[in-house]
């Protein structure tokens, strides 16, 4: 083993206290100074963090911003997800392609350049975009990605990249990005002005009991998705047993087309903060963990920086705003490029130094969460909503809304209109006026709630957005007259299939075969029978994954199945024979078997 190599690596992780928990640290630092993790780094992180090579092994292998082989000293990542796709990606991958005399997924000869295609990077209101290192670049075309280019042979340095800056806080010389806010609706609630230290004071006057209680009669539901009730998980936690407890911001954000915690944290990231201190206070617990995605790593030093400030004015630390006996402090995780990880369990199996494999349920995190210890995971806007209640009160928050679903949600909304961006608005506003909002003029179909969510056509768009209608974590794609939703989904499909983290059998191989039935469906090969198969197969995938993943990777095939079914219809013609196949798992399981390329294991 190089001497070099071996004695960086080992300094690498005794900054890290030798702490086999900050493995994530310890290899996104090796992947940074040596552009990989060589087998010869893995050995030495084993050494140093006393774990066996196979632990890093799979950490290293899980992680796409995360390589064994070497990479260039920089990498470019074009977003390829769906939204970039229908702003010309494809165009600006082929100048980057033709510019640099490589295919996607290589390295210029000189080892400068890599060239790769990325999901979602929460940048669709201005598609396409790229990450360079951790420089993003946006609103790109044909002619700026040569641009980069012929900039990146001179000087080789992504932050000169940045010849204009965005608005807000992308200006401050720590964030230094292109990247614009695009906030097109600011709500009463999250981005309204800040009263810095007022919630948290508030909080602290009351006992935890109370400040839960306050969150339960806002009515509070979480955020990210799922819509659990936040008050009702403190509750659970707090009573848990535990020698320790955790606060978990999830700030990985990686539904395709979901890009409002972005602009959160870039606006607004001491309302985050407060709401984490604030269910640290809840629950009783000293410790607070924002799982920031590896894509945001260029909000990583402003936030520092806010924490750091936070930690000045005694609103972090010790004896938090005066209150004796009550410590808290925040860290901040980071990812590396998995979409799973933001699911809580793979979350925090991440956090904790392994790779991001969901586990089963339960025990929940409230339970068993970091550390095997009861762990409240959040929203990083569910965590600005309890800022708000605390600042405001419970009647000030639920005036807003509707009945069953209390405040504002933020929708992140691109594609086909003419002004996507982010929107604060009431729950319960119906579809038709938000489309109306962002100067969607003749959509054909919405996709609400990112990849994972509900195709929806236009005899539903006077439906309400909320959790008991049209659920979303936030993201609004839309699509216009030339789109065509199958294509849409089987796009979908490819991203479950390459971000499933494998472990069974229904989510691994089942979208594999949805995929080919869909895409046989396409081709003008399909029969009638076909669309009975791609029913049956979606929702044995949905009742049969361990995970979130898994459990609403056929939405997009079922929904269009449901609400564009004539366009599946024209598609796929009657058999001569008058035959209908019928669907056997275990003959689909041997296909795909062969299509994945390796045996399955068997369905949990
Ligand atoms: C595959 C998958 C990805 C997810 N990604 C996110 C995410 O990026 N951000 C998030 O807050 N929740 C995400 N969730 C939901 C989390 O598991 C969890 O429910 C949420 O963080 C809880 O916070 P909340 O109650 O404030 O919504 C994801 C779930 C799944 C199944
Ligand atoms: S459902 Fe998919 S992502 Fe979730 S645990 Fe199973 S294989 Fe992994």
């Known amino acids: 083993m190089s001497g070099t190599l071996e004695n960086t690596v080992k300094e690498i992780c005794r900054s890290h206290n030798n702490d086999r928990t900050r493995m994530m640290d310890v290899v996104r630092a090796v992947q940074e100074r040596f552009g990989c993790v060589s087998s010869e780094a893995m050995n030495a992180i084993a050494a140093a963090l006393r774990t066996h090579r196979v632990e890093v092994e799979s950490v290293v292998s899980f992680y796409s911003f995360l390589s064994e082989k070497p990479k260039g000293k920089v990498v470019i990542r074009l977003c390829n997800d769906i939204i970039d796709r229908m702003h010309g990606a494809d165009r600006v991958g082929q ?13 210029t000869p000189d080892g400068a350049i890599s060239l790769e295609y990325t999901a979602c990077i929460g940048l669709c209101d201005q598609a396409p975009a790229a990450l360079i290192n ?10 700026t990605a040569r641009q980069i280019v012929a900039d990146l042979k001179k000087h080789m340095d992504p932050r000169r ?5 965005g608005d807000g806080n992308n200006a401050h010389e720590l964030v230094h990005a292109m990247v614009v806010n695009n906030i097109r609706n600011e709500g009463p609630l999250i981005f309204s002005p800040v009263n810095r230290g007022e919630a948290i004071s508030q909080a602290l006057a009351m006992s935890p009991a109370e400040v839960i209680r306050a969150v339960k009669t806002a009515r509070l539901r979480g955020r990210g998705g799922a819509g659990f009730p936040t008050g009702m998980k403190w509750e659970f936690t707090r009573a848990a047993a535990g020698k320790e407890k955790f606060v978990i911001c999830n700030a990985d954000e990686g539904e395709p087309g979901t890009f409002k915690d972005r602009v959160i944290l870039t606006e607004r990231p001491g309302r985050a903060f407060a709401g984490m201190t604030i269910a640290g206070y809840a629950i009783g617990a000293k410790k607070g963990i924002v799982y920031l995605r590896g894509e945001y790593a260029y909000l990583r030093p402003y936030l520092e920086h806010v924490l ?9 630390g010790r004896n938090v705003a005066g209150k004796q006996g009550f410590d808290f402090d925040i860290v901040i995780q980071m990812g590396a490029g998995s979409y799973v990880c933001g699911e809580e369990t793979a979350l925090i199996s991440s956090c904790e130094g392994l790779r991001g494999d969901p586990k089963t349920r339960p025990p929940f995190p409230a339970q068993k969460g970091y550390l095997d210890c009861p762990t409240v995971v959040n929203n990083v806007e569910t965590f600005c909503c309890v800022t708000k209640i605390l600042e405001k009160g419970p009647g000030a928050f639920n005036e807003h809304g509707s009945q069953g679903s209390a405040g504002t949600k933020l929708l992140s909304i691109s594609g086909d209109c003419k002004l996507p961006g982010v929107y604060e608005l009431p729950f319960g506003i119906k579809l038709s006026e938000v489309l109306k909002l962002a100067g969607a003029e003749d959509p054909i179909a919405v996709q609400v709630g990112g990849a ?5 056509a236009p005899n539903e768009f006077e439906r309400t957005i909320c959790f008991d209608d049209l659920a979303t974590g936030g993201a609004l794609m839309v699509f216009g007259p030339e789109r065509n939703v199958l294509e849409v989904a089987d796009y979908f499909l490819d991203f479950f299939i390459e971000e499933s983290c494998g472990y069974c059998t229904p989510c691994r191989v089942g979208n594999v075969l949805l995929k080919e039935r869909l895409e046989r469906i396409l081709a003008g090969h399909g029969e009638p029978a076909d669309l009975d198969y791609l029913q049956d197969l979606g929702e044995t995938i949905k009742t049969m994954s361990r995970c979130g993943l898994g459990q609403t990777a056929p939405n997009p095939v079922l929904t269009t199945l449901k609400n564009f079914r004539s366009a599946y219809e ?4 009657q058999r001569d024979d008058g035959l209908q196949p019928a669907f056997d798992l275990s003959e689909a399981v041997a296909d795909a078997e062969q299509i994945a390329g390796h045996r399955s294991a068997r369905a949990d």
Do not use: C, N, Y
Request: hydrophobic share 45%; charged share 25%.
């Open 134 to 143: 951790d420089v993003p670049v946006t609103d790109l075309h044909r002619s």
């Open 570 to 573: 024209a598609l796929v013609k």
């Open 308 to 316: 750091a400030q936070r930690r000045k004015d005694g609103l972090l």
């Open 161 to 165: 990249l940045v010849h204009r800056l």
């Open 95 to 107: 100048a980057f392609s033709d510019a640099l005399g490589i295919e996607f997924g290589q390295t």
């Open 452 to 456: 994972s969510g509900t195709m929806v």
